[in-house]
């Protein structure tokens, strides 16, 4: 078994890798991840952008989402 996952709740170990990302990085969007039966939902945070200026991409399983902001947006 991986260091990295060491068998608990999956949703827990993205929050903390998640809030370990935002301590090194700093300035991510929030994001909130959950699942139903048959999907998983994903909701990004991201004020003051223009929901139709990001752009989602969703190739061999890997879901990327991306955007820019102007100088004024910031």
Do not use: C, H, W
Request: net charge negative; proline share 3%; hydrophobic share 35%.
């Amino acid at each position: 078994m991986s260091d990295l996952y060491s068998g608990t709740d999956l949703f827990s170990e993205l929050d903390r890798l998640q809030r370990e990302k935002a301590r090194l990085f700093g300035g991510f969007p929030q994001l909130n991840i959950g699942a139903t039966d048959d999907s998983i939902e994903i909701v990004a945070f991201a004020p003051g952008d223009n929901t139709a200026e990001l752009r989602r991409v969703d190739r061999e399983g890997l879901l990327t989402i991306s955007g820019a902001r102007t100088a004024r947006e910031r």
